[in-house]
Each structure stands twice: as C-alpha cells, then as structure tokens.
C-alpha cells in the first residue's frame, strides 16, 4: 500500500516515472524476471540500488540457521544475484549499481555480529564488482550512520542519545542524505567507482 502510494505521487510529478513490481529476494529464481520486467516497462535499466535489508541482533551463542538465511540473505545474496540478473542491461546502458552498506560494515556493534558480517560481505562485493563489470558498469556503496532508528526497541533512549553525541554533526541524518549521495553516485559521479560513502554526520570519523 505504501509503495503503491509512493508510486501514484511519483506519476503525479512526472506521468509514467515510476512503477511497483514485488517480489521475494530470497527467492533467487524470481530476480531475472524482476528485473526483465522492468526492462520491459521503461526500455532499459540505468541504475540498480540494493537497499533492502533486515536488521536485529544476534547475540554469539544464539544464532541459528534461520538468522544466517534472513541476514545474510537480505544483505548480501539477494544483492549479489540482483547484480548479476541486472548486470547484462547495465553493461548496454553502461549504468550504475550502489548498495546499502552500513558504517558497522568496517566498525561492528556489538550484539549484531552476523548483521555486521552480512553488510561486510556487502562492502567487499561493491569493491569485487566494480573490477567484475568494469569498465561498463559502475560500482559503489552508501554507509548510513544514524539516520532513522529501527522499529523495534532495540536502541534505548540512552543508547541514542549516546550515538548522536558521538556524531559530528550532534544530529541525526535525514533519509534525504542518503538518496541525495546514491543520486550522486548514480548519475553525477562518472569518474567514481568501487568507493563507499558514509553518510553520517562524521560519526566514523573518531569511532
């Protein structure tokens, strides 16, 4: 519902811009023919941004089977074969890909170890593919700091509090920092490949 609403504001701004397509990435079968059927709605594929992604902690000692499939699935396999069903249409387009890292790809938070492995699996494939799909394709990443908190209670108000004051900034991010830096990387940065980004107001600056 709230993608369909996005979808409708978007062809209000600019008729015929954006379209919806679901489907599960874990499901490696069904990427090709997601990304067909955008090919086949819009003509050709300019940019691929792996921004889905599943976060909760994974303390050591309780992580099972289903954790590692969900974390490490989301995070980095799903992008991994996205990239590779898209990477035939962003070759003859030569576009961009830009996935979703985390500045705890580099600097792990405690309590969220295989998260953290996932996302570092993540940065280290950006860096892999820009040399795979050059020079047609390039390839970077966006790291977040704190920019919106997640759903569940698993930052006390202490504990982002406590982040916030460890940026440089004193503040919070805005999602509009980061669609403003993949924008970047997706079409002002013709010259920048294999890189990563961190959006977060200096935070990794004196992690």
Not at 47 to 74: C, H, K, R
Not at 129 to 137: D, G, N, Q, R
Not at 147 to 172: A, E, Q, Y
């Amino acid at each position: 519902e709230a993608a369909e609403g996005l979808v409708a504001e978007l062809n209000a701004n600019r008729p015929d811009s954006a379209i919806s397509r679901q489907a599960n990435l874990l499901d490696i079968d069904a990427l090709s023919a997601l990304v067909a059927n955008t090919v086949t709605h819009f003509g050709q594929l300019d940019g691929l941004v792996n921004n889905a992604s599943s976060f909760f902690a994974t303390p050591l000692g309780e992580i099972d089977q289903s954790d590692w499939d969900d974390l490490m699935g989301s995070n980095l396999k799903a992008p991994l074969f996205l990239t590779q069903a898209a990477a035939p249409y962003l070759r003859a387009s030569r576009g961009a890909v830009v996935n979703i890292t985390d500045i705890h790809a580099e600097r792990p938070l405690a309590g969220f170890s295989l998260y953290c492995i996932a996302k570092a699996g993540l940065l280290g494939m950006t860096k892999a593919l820009s040399i795979e799909l050059a020079p047609e394709v390039r390839v970077n990443a966006v790291a977040p700091g704190p920019i919106l908190w997640p759903d569940s209670d698993v930052f006390d108000t202490k504990m982002r509090d406590r982040v916030i004051d460890h940026t440089l900034l004193k503040r919070l991010g805005d999602p509009l920092d980061v669609a403003r830096t993949v924008r970047y990387l997706l079409d002002e940065a013709p010259y920048v490949t294999g890189q990563v980004i961190n959006v977060d107001g200096g935070r990794t600056a004196h992690l």
